[in-house]
C-alpha cells in the first residue's frame, strides 16, 4: 500500500490521470464517461422491458438507477473525491477500508479523487459502483448492463469461432497418433490464439465492435513479434513434467484458468481447455470468472453456462459437436467454475 505520488523499494509511483496526455488521463477523461454514458443508455431503452415484467416498481428502479448513475458521472468528470460505498453487499466493507486507508495515507479526503488516484483503482471502483447502483434498485438488482455488448461480440466472432472449433475437432480426432513434438506445435497454436484472443476486450474499445473477423489461427504468424513475453516452452514443460509426476504417484494434473473477456476470448480459452484434457496434458481445469459484471466484456457465471449453450446450439456440425462435449466436462466435473469476490476487489 503506497501512495500514489511516493516511490518505495524501486516500484515507480502508480498512474494516476494527473499527468495530462497519458493514457490513465485519456482512460479517466475520455474512456470511463464514455462507458458510463452507454451504461446510462443501455438501462433507459431497456425501460420498457422493465415496465413489461416488474410494473411501475420497474420504471420506479430505472429512474432511481439512472439518477445515481449520471451523479457519479458528474462526479468523474468534475474530479470530486471518490465516496463510499453504500449498499450492504459482503464486498462493500473491503471496499470501504480500502478507501480509508487511502485517505490516511494523504492525509485528507479531498486528494482522493477520480483524476489524482491511481487509475487502476478508479477504473475498478466505477464498476463496483454501477453494481451498487443497480443493487439499491430492486427489482432490477440483477440486471447485467452489459449483457447485450457481450452477446453481440459473441455472434459478431461467429466465423473466427466456427473456424477455431473446426480446427480442435481436427486435432481431438488424430489426437491418439499425434508424436510429442506434433503436440507441443498444437499446444503452442492454441496457447496464442487464447492469448490473442484479448484483442476483442470491449473496455479498451469503450464498448466499441472489437469482435475477431478473421481466422484465428492464419493471423499466428503475423502476430508473433508483438508477444513481449513469452513463457511457453516453460508451461510446456511444467505440464509434461506433472504428467509424469501424476503416473507415477497416481494423482491428477490440474490446471487453473483466470477468465477475462467473454465472447470470442472465451471461446479460445474453452478451446485451450478442451485440448489439454483430451490430449492428457492435464486431468481437470478449473476456470475462474467475476461475480459481478466487470470492465465492460468480464466473463460471469451467466456468460460461461450462456456461451456453452449457444455452442451447442450452433447450426454447424463442429461448433455444435464441441459444444456438447464442453457440457460434458462440466457434468464429469473434469471442468469446474469458480468466481471470487477477490477478482473484483480493489
Not at 46 to 59: L, P, R, T, V
Amino acid at each position: 500500500m503506497m501512495a500514489a505520488d511516493q516511490t518505495v523499494h524501486g516500484v515507480p509511483p502508480s498512474l494516476s490521470a494527473k499527468v495530462v496526455g497519458s493514457f490513465a488521463y485519456l482512460t479517466v477523461r475520455d474512456r470511463l464517461p464514455t462507458i458510463l454514458t452507454k451504461v446510462i443508455d443501455t438501462i433507459h431503452r431497456n425501460k420498457n422491458k422493465f415496465f413489461e415484467e416488474y410494473g411501475e416498481e420497474g420504471i420506479q428502479a430505472e429512474k432511481q438507477t439512472i439518477g445515481l448513475l449520471s451523479k457519479m458521472r458528474n462526479e468523474l468528470q468534475t474530479d470530486k473525491p471518490v465516496i463510499p460505498l453504500t449498499d450492504s453487499l459482503q464486498d462493500a466493507e473491503c471496499w470501504n477500508q480500502y478507501l480509508q486507508k487511502h485517505q490516511k495515507l494523504h492525509g485528507d479526503q479531498e486528494s482522493v479523487s477520480w483524476f489524482k488516484s491511481p487509475w487502476l483503482y478508479v477504473e475498478c471502483y466505477m464498476y463496483r459502483r454501477i453494481h451498487e447502483a443497480l443493487w439499491l434498485n430492486p427489482p432490477i438488482s440483477d440486471y447485467d448492463v452489459f449483457n447485450e455488448g457481450k452477446t453481440q461480440s459473441f455472434f459478431e466472432s461467429q466465423q473466427a469461432v466456427m473456424t477455431i472449433c473446426t480446427h480442435l475437432e481436427g486435432v481431438n480426432s488424430n489426437i491418439e497418433n499425434l508424436s510429442k513434438n506434433q503436440l507441443f506445435e498444437h499446444f503452442n497454436k492454441l496457447l496464442q490464439v487464447s492469448l490473442w484472443g484479448n484483442k476483442c476486450d470491449l473496455s479498451i474499445s469503450a464498448g466499441q465492435d472489437n469482435s475477431q473477423k478473421t481466422s484465428p489461427i492464419d493471423s499466428l504468424v503475423s502476430l508473433q513479434p508483438l508477444i513481449l513475453v513469452n513463457d511457453s516452452n516453460t508451461i510446456w514443460s511444467t505440464l509434461i513434467s506433472a504428467q509424469t509426476h501424476a503416473r507415477s504417484e497416481k494423482t491428477t494434473v490440474r490446471v487453473d484458468i483466470v477468465l477475462d473477456n467473454a465472447g470470442f476470448e472465451l471461446v479460445t480459452d474453452l478451446v485451450l481447455a478442451d485440448f489439454l484434457v483430451s490430449s492428457g496434458l492435464a486431468h481437470e481445469v478449473h476456470f475462474h470468472g467475476k461475480s459481478i459484471p466487470w470492465f465492460v466484456s468480464d466473463v460471469t457465471a451467466h456468460d460461461f453456462q450462456w456461451t456453452i449453450q449457444q455452442t451447442m446450439a450452433a447450426n454447424h456440425k463442429c461448433m455444435s459437436k464441441i459444444g456438447y462435449q464442453w457440457k460434458s466436462h462440466l457434468k464429469d466435473g473434469v471442468w469446474s467454475y469458480h468466481d471470487h469476490p477477490f477478482w473484483t476487489a480493489p
